[in-house]
């Protein structure tokens, strides 16, 4: 994901944003638009009445789940402040 948002960025210097950097804020605000939010895990804990081996992987997975998203999010964001200086 980030490989093609780089290639769509140029070189240059300058803290405005146009051209190649304009198309890289686009795809930028369109990964944020379609990332999901995070699980709400107190919610989830309290819905698994059974602890079966399927349901604690399955609650294990929405955690690190939440993990990714945010580490996603945090670096598009970084990317977006640093298209804008």
Known sequence: MFFT???CSGGGGGGGIGGKDAAVKEIIDKFLDVLPPEFIMLDLFAKAKERSPYVV????????MN????????SLTD????LKG
């Open 67 to 74: 993990i990714l998203i945010n580490t996603v999010r945090s």
């Open 5 to 7: 948002i780089l290639s």
């Open 79 to 82: 990317l977006d402040m640093g």
């Open 57 to 64: 992987v399955c609650l294990q997975e929405c955690e690190r």
